[in-house]
């Protein structure tokens, strides 16, 4: 059953960023405050699919699909501000340090 809620979280992450891609030369797209409210929101939903995914004694998600959820979300966001490949190679660098390293800053997380 929790396989099928990160399931479900994990395709409304990869189809809001397919929306995105499918939207890029809309105008509102151009507004810096809306990237950086999506960028958040792609953050946000990344902490909490990992969050959630690893906090269980029984754990829900491996280390390998939170390392490629964490560069799927950093390379959606390099995409978001128009970067350069030295972007990307950072974005997928960063991506991979988030989700290899989530175990340890997930410990800190307190949940209710």
């Known amino acids: 059953m929790a396989m099928g809620l990160w399931s479900l979280l994990g395709a409304i992450l990869f189809g809001g ?3 995105l891609f499918a939207f890029w030369r809309v105008d509102v797209v151009d507004s810096q405050t809306i990237r950086g409210v999506i960028a958040a929101f792609l ?7 990992v969050i959630f995914g690893t906090s269980d004694k029984k754990r829900s998600l491996t280390l390998s699909g939170q390392t490629l959820l964490g560069v799927a979300m950093a390379c959606a966001i390099a995409a978001l501000f128009g970067a350069i490949s030295e972007g990307y190679i950072l974005a997928v660098m960063v991506g991979l340090i988030l989700g290899f390293t989530a175990d340890k800053w997930v410990a800190h997380v307190q949940l209710p």
């Open 43 to 49: 953050f946000g939903l990344y902490c909490a699919i």
């Open 17 to 19: 960023v397919f929306a």
